[in-house]
Each structure stands twice: as C-alpha cells, then as structure tokens.
C-alpha cells in the first residue's frame, strides 16, 4: 500500500467500479505509487522495516496524529487493499503483501498488532498495522485483501469492524502470533487458508 506516506490513497474493491475508494486506482493529488520492488507471484520478505509514529499531517483536510495509543478501541468502516499495493513500500519501509495478515491505519504505532472484529458476522483477526491510511473519510482502517476475506467482506468492500490496539510487533515481521490466533478461531476452516490462491473466491 505503499505511496510515499503519508500521501496514500486507501482503495478497496467495491462493486467493480473505479473511484478513489476502490482497488488499482490513484490519484495525482495524494502522489503516486513507490517503486514495486516484489512482483505479483514473487515471495514477499517479512519485515525490514523500523519503529515509527511520524509527525500530525493533513489529508485533503483531515488531521491526523500518530501517537501511542494503548487504550485504542473504536468502531468504524473498514476497507481493504490488495494488488494495486502489493509489493511495494509500506510507510514503515515493509514490503506489502495482499495475502498477510497485515492493515493499514492512519495514527497508531508501527509495526503493532490489532484485533480486527467485522461485527455483521463476529469474527475476529489479529493483524500487523504497518502502513498509514486509510485517508476516506468515516473510514478506521485498510487490511489487506486476505484479512478482508478472512472476515468476510472482500466481496461487499466495506464492513463496520472494531478495532483495538494488542500492543508492538517485531521489527522481523514474525507472524506467528497472527497465525496462532486465527487457527483458534472457531469459525476459521483450513480452506480460508494458506494464504496464497487469493485469486480463487
């Protein structure tokens, strides 16, 4: 997902139609998309990036502070992202990958973990936030195309999810917390995953 921060446009898939909502499209008012440094099909590397908050910055009028936020639990829309980003820099200098356990979100700390619940079905995901965005307003949070399907919405594009801090990730991008926990799910069936066949629905 990865713009030259913080001038990422958040995109999701959303009925086909291209806008500035929706999945492979950019804008020449938020910038333009790094350099794909891993190509679709290519393995993406875990980690390589480094602690950041950044400074407050302003997205076509919105104001956003990235600061420590332990106590963080909101409820808002989330979107997802997947193959327009995939392979690029995320703002913590990772490499993103569509088909992880990862999201993108406008002020908390990164790399850290968050518990992601789409409230229409229940589910729940640990994710690693290691990119800013999304910038669309009344939106919380970006995850990639994976985490999306895992809990439900890739198709529909857009679910109200809770989302609440779980505290700092490792620099490495060692996601077997994320796994652990997704395994434990009840809801979760070995064909959701590996994550790979992302284009199988």
């Not at 804008?27 to 679709?40: E, F, I, K, M």
């Not at 590397?45 to 407050?56: C, D, I, V």
């Not at 409820?75 to 995939?86: A, L, M």
């Amino acid at each position: 997902m990865s713009l030259l921060p913080p001038w990422r446009v958040s995109t999701v898939l959303l009925l086909g139609v291209c806008t500035l909502a929706a999945a492979g499209c950019s804008s020449d008012r938020y910038g333009t998309a790094s350099p794909r440094v891993v190509q679709l099909g290519e393995p993406v590397p875990k980690g390589g990036g480094r602690y950041k908050l950044g400074n407050p910055y302003t997205i076509d009028g919105q104001t956003f502070v990235p600061r420590e936020q332990p106590n963080y639990d909101e409820v808002g829309h989330g979107s997802f992202y997947s193959e327009d980003f995939h392979g690029r820099r995320t703002a913590n200098g990772e490499i993103f990958d569509m088909t992880a356990l990862t999201a993108a979100h406008p002020t908390l700390p990164l790399p850290s973990y968050a518990y992601v619940t789409n409230l229409e079905n229940g589910r729940t995901i640990l994710v690693r936030i290691n990119d800013r965005g999304p910038y669309v307003k009344s939106r919380l949070i970006d995850l990639s195309k994976y985490s999306a399907r895992l809990l439900g919405y890739e198709r529909k594009g857009l679910a109200q999810l809770r989302v609440r801090y779980a505290g700092p990730a490792p620099l490495n991008g060692d996601d077997v917390y994320e796994r652990r926990f997704l395994a434990a799910q009840s809801w979760y069936r070995s064909d959701m995953g590996p994550m790979m066949s992302l284009g199988a629905r």
